[in-house]
């Protein structure tokens, strides 16, 4: 859904209210798009907000991997609720250390590769075409 209101260049952010809004250049078939996914697209503007308010930081750790940064006296259950809203509960949430390289959650975001369906097919024929060439493993016993 994203990918088609990405790929028609039209926006959609929450008002003052709370409200979703939606460029008014959107098509009839967008429009109802956006209506079919109001609840979840609240939700998503909502957890992305909440992670640039709160200064929640992406660094990088010292063995290579990201992890989530935040301040202390941040409320936790909040941001915990986010990162499942946008699918990143899988990342290590940590205490932010100045010291750390970092960046905001919105830079992050604006780094992260779009993937099309066409990326998804092409990544799934190399995985397979891999796995196909690997060698089958003996069994130990």
């Known amino acids: 859904m994203l990918d088609r209101l990405n790929a028609?260049?039209?926006?959609?952010?929450l008002d003052a209210q709370d409200k979703l809004r939606i460029d008014k250049g959107a098509s009839p078939e967008l429009k109802d798009l956006v209506r079919e996914h109001r609840q979840a697209l609240i939700e998503l503007k909502t957890a992305v907000m909440l992670m640039n308010t709160a200064g929640i930081r992406v660094i990088r750790l010292p063995l290579g991997h990201l992890a989530l940064a935040y301040r202390l006296g941040?409320?936790?259950?909040?941001?915990?609720?986010a990162m499942r809203v946008l699918r990143?509960?899988?990342m290590p949430l940590v205490i932010h250390d100045e010291g750390l390289r970092s960046m905001t959650w919105a830079e992050w975001m604006l780094r992260?590769?779009?993937?099309?369906?066409?990326?998804?097919?092409?990544?799934l024929r190399q995985r397979d075409a891999e796995r196909a060439k690997a060698k089958p493993r003996r069994n130990a016993a």
């Open 8 to 13: 028609a260049e039209i926006s959609i952010w």
């Open 74 to 81: 941040t409320d936790l259950d909040e941001i915990r609720w």
């Open 88 to 90: 990143k509960e899988s």
């Open 112 to 123: 992260q590769k779009l993937w099309t369906r066409e990326d998804r097919d092409e990544y």
